[in-house]
């Protein structure tokens, strides 16, 4: 699996938007880029994934760089339930790989009133 | 909820002792991952099943061991825990090979607290 970075923590006001980075600069072309945040030690929740384009679902939007070297997680309207760590991961899809990702230190969303 | 069940949610324990976590994946789902996450650490990858057979083993230690049974559910055992063995543990599950659109998705259950004392 291609290594990440991305920022310890960040802080996003209630209601607006919350852009997490990561990247990514040795993806390879078969490796998707999926985002997960765990909830105080609750289980880690899938959010989204993406190959190359840019893809929305009805928790966040995912925006793929061109060169695939970096992405950003945007929860549009964030709230204070929004508060987690948010793990950036890239591997190849397969049920083989699915599980075995490093999840890194993710960054902390502090969403504050 | 996410589908996939975990017990005990909490379990206290001494030194020198075994353990096992139970686990039940969503309906459906043949593969079972089982982590690890202290406080010190990261979500660390221990082993993953596939339909009861063992498909790949990440930082698990030797005092450590799964299996899964044909119904799919998973245990983990723990022996001659110690102190550090301490940390909060996952199970996940997957569906079947979903290789178009990339999308394996792994969900997680609750996990269960161990505390080694």
């Known amino acids: 699996d291609a290594k990440t970075t991305q920022p310890p923590s960040m802080d996003c006001a209630e209601g607006r938007a919350a852009n997490l980075p990561c990247n990514h600069s040795?993806?390879?072309?078969?490796?998707?880029v999926y985002w997960y945040r765990q909830i105080h030690s609750q289980g880690p929740q899938y959010i989204i994934h993406?190959?190359?384009n840019n893809e929305t679902n009805e928790m966040a939007s995912l925006i793929i760089t061109e060169d695939r070297k970096s992405s950003t997680l945007i929860l549009p309207h964030a709230t204070l339930r929004d508060t987690a760590v948010y793990y950036c991961?890239?591997?190849?899809?397969?049920?083989?790989?699915?599980?075995?990702?490093?999840f890194g230190d993710g960054t902390t969303l502090t969403v504050k009133p | 909820d996410s589908g996939v069940t975990q017990t005990p949610k909490h379990l206290i324990t001494a030194t020198g002792q075994r353990v096992t976590l139970r686990c039940s994946p969503r309906?459906?789902?043949?593969?079972v991952y089982w982590y690890q996450q202290s406080l010190d650490q990261g979500l660390q990858f221990l082993i993953h099943?596939?339909?009861?057979?063992?498909?790949a083993k990440g930082n698990i230690l030797e005092r450590f061991s799964a299996q899964q049974f044909p119904d799919l559910h998973s245990e983990l055992n723990l022996s001659s825990l110690e102190l550090g063995d301490s940390a909060l543990y996952f199970c996940?599950?997957?569906?079947?090979?979903?290789?178009?659109?990339?999308?394996?998705?792994?969900?997680f259950g609750e996990g269960s607290w161990l505390t080694v004392v």
């Open positions: 996940a599950s997957s569906p079947p090979d979903q290789t178009r659109g990339g999308r394996n998705t792994i969900y």
């Open positions: 040795t993806i390879s072309g078969n490796e998707y």
């Open positions: 993406g190959l190359k």
């Open positions: 991961i890239v591997r190849v899809a397969g049920n083989t790989n699915a599980g075995k990702s490093t």
């Open positions: 309906s459906g789902d043949l593969s």
């Open positions: 099943y596939y339909n009861g057979e063992e498909r």
